[in-house]
């Protein structure tokens, strides 16, 4: 049985949420970088560098979150229970990335401010 189109469109829905997470979080820490450069000793610009980094850290461990759940559903026959599970468990990732989104465009606005 193929992945059900609602959970297809809700793993597309992350995956675009997740690129634009890590696309903020990689600029923040490119401005993030030269500041530090110019002002190593600089306490907040460290602690946005290690807010940045773990944005990054945490969209990489969802990806791999993401793949095991579609795992889960590749083979024949799941039971709908097994559906069920994987579409709550994907509706609770999105609520995560989508604060971790906020969080790494906030850090990246207020670098470029």
């Known amino acids: 049985m193929p992945i059900p189109l609602e959970i297809q469109i809700l793993i597309a829905r ?8 890590e696309q903020d979080a990689l600029s923040g820490l490119n401005l993030v970088r030269q500041r530090l450069y110019l002002f190593p000793e600089n306490e907040t ?5 290690g ?11 969802t990806r791999r979150r993401i793949h095991s759940i579609i795992d889960r559903l ?3 026959h799941v039971p709908a229970q097994i559906i069920q599970e994987a ?3 994907l509706g609770f990732i999105l ?4 604060e971790a989104k906020m969080n790494a465009s906030q850090l990246k606005n ?3 401010d």
């Not at 992350?14 to 997470?21: G, Y």
């Not at 610009?45 to 560098?49: A, S």
């Not at 980094?53 to 945490?58: A, I, P, V």
Request: hydrophobic share 50%; glycine share 6%.
């Open 45 to 49: 610009l460290m602690q946005f560098f």
């Open 14 to 21: 992350l995956n675009r949420e997740l690129e634009e997470t």
């Open 51 to 61: 807010a940045l980094s773990n944005l990054l850290f945490f969209v990489e461990i």
């Open 95 to 98: 609520g995560r990335v989508l």
């Open 110 to 112: 207020r670098l470029e």
């Open 74 to 76: 590749a083979p024949d």
């Open 87 to 89: 579409g709550e468990d």
